[in-house]
């Protein structure tokens, strides 16, 4: 195998570099440059491994893709079905790509939620002066989820999957330990996961072994994020008090003082 000076690049992940220390490693090929993001298989890594710069990446991809493509969602010679359809076939898959490994912040969720609510405003003709809720658009284009919700039901599928098999290497790299964040430090991803899966085998009032069987693992994951919304909150639908744990919202219900509604995903 022969290494390409010209194509790669030295980086570390989770800690820093002083500068004096970035210098180029000399390899029998050639230099070797530091770097602090690389792009592989389309993902975009950073040395602070953060999610945030392949977000980014991706959106900004998604509304180049959109936008070249402004035309066909703008016209009105399509039904609106189809328009949206192309936009869940052709713009979604682009922005979310690798959205397994993500760490869901409120922020991420916002900007992809923003993202979706915009591209859907120029399908259906909306503008922000007509003040439209995004869950009213979402339900004219029949869009049952924001986009933050289905990277939530995408990781849970891939989080499942990875533990009903033990033989796959990401299975010991992932739940080999506890990797739980420190105080002052940003969300990891094992943590988000275990959590994910803890929250849906408690809405669905069974034990840790409910992974194992992917049809009802697919099932509740899929009507826990419903429910529960971009970051797993079950708010009440009158007063927007939020609950993590299922059995105290449905207590909450219960009491409210407010006439309850229909739960909105």
Same mark, same amino acid.
């Given at each position: 195998?022969?290494?390409?000076?010209?194509?790669?690049?030295?980086?570390?992940?989770?800690?820093?570099?002083?500068?004096?220390?970035? +210098?180029?490693?000399?390899?029998?090929?050639?230099?070797?440059?530091?770097? +602090?993001?690389?792009?592989?298989?389309? @993902?975009?890594?950073?040395?602070?491994?953060?999610?945030?710069?392949?977000?980014?990446?991706?959106?900004? *991809? $998604?509304? $180049?893709?959109?936008? =070249?493509?402004?035309? &066909?969602?703008?016209?009105?010679?399509?039904? &609106?079905?189809?328009? @949206?359809?192309?936009?869940?076939?052709?713009? /979604?898959?682009?922005?979310?790509? $690798?959205?397994?490994?993500?760490?869901?912040?409120?922020? @991420?969720?916002?900007?992809?939620?923003?993202?979706?609510? *915009?591209?859907?405003?120029?399908?259906?003709?909306? *503008?922000?002066?007509?003040?439209?809720?995004? +869950?009213?658009?979402?339900?004219?284009?029949?869009?049952?989820?924001?986009?933050?919700?289905? @990277?939530?039901?995408?990781?849970? $599928?891939?989080?499942?999957?990875?533990? *009903?098999?033990?033989?796959?290497?990401?299975?010991?790299?992932?739940?080999?330990?506890?990797?739980?964040?420190?105080?002052?430090?940003?969300?990891?991803?094992?943590?988000?996961?275990?959590?994910? /899966?803890?929250? &849906?085998?408690?809405?669905?009032?069974?034990?840790?072994?409910?992974?194992?069987?992917? &049809?009802?693992?697919?099932?509740? =994951?899929?009507?826990?994020?419903?429910?529960?919304?971009?970051?797993?909150?079950?708010?009440?639908?009158?007063?927007?008090?939020?609950?993590?744990?299922?059995?105290?919202?449905?207590?909450?219900?219960?009491?409210?003082?407010?006439?309850?509604?229909?739960?909105?995903?």
């Amino acid at each position: 195998m022969v290494l390409s000076a010209e194509k790669s690049f030295w980086m570390t992940l989770g800690c820093s570099v002083d500068q004096p220390d970035r +210098e180029a490693i000399q390899l029998p090929c050639g230099k070797i440059e530091y770097t +602090e993001s690389f792009k592989y298989l389309g @993902v975009e890594l950073t040395s602070d491994l953060r999610d945030t710069t392949d977000v980014d990446a991706k959106l900004a *991809r $998604g509304r $180049g893709t959109f936008k =070249s493509l402004s035309k &066909v969602f703008c016209s009105t010679a399509l039904p &609106v079905k189809l328009r @949206v359809k192309l936009f869940q076939s052709l713009i /979604v898959p682009t922005v979310l790509h $690798g959205c397994e490994g993500w760490t869901l912040s409120r922020s @991420v969720c916002d900007k992809l939620n923003v993202f979706q609510s *915009r591209c859907l405003w120029t399908i259906l003709g909306v *503008r922000w002066q007509d003040h439209v809720s995004n +869950e009213s658009v979402r339900s004219q284009c029949e869009v049952p989820m924001s986009l933050a919700q289905l @990277v939530r039901l995408r990781r849970l $599928g891939w989080t499942g999957h990875v533990l *009903r098999h033990n033989d796959l290497i990401v299975h010991d790299a992932l739940f080999s330990r506890a990797d739980y964040r420190g105080r002052g430090r940003h969300r990891t991803l094992v943590a988000d996961l275990a959590a994910d /899966v803890s929250l &849906v085998c408690n809405f669905a009032n069974e034990d840790s072994t409910l992974p194992l069987n992917r &049809v009802q693992f697919n099932s509740a =994951s899929s009507s826990f994020i419903r429910q529960a919304g971009d970051l797993g909150c079950f708010k009440c639908p009158s007063c927007a008090k939020p609950y993590i744990s299922a059995s105290w919202y449905q207590k909450h219900l219960s009491k409210c003082p407010q006439p309850t509604r229909a739960i909105k995903g």
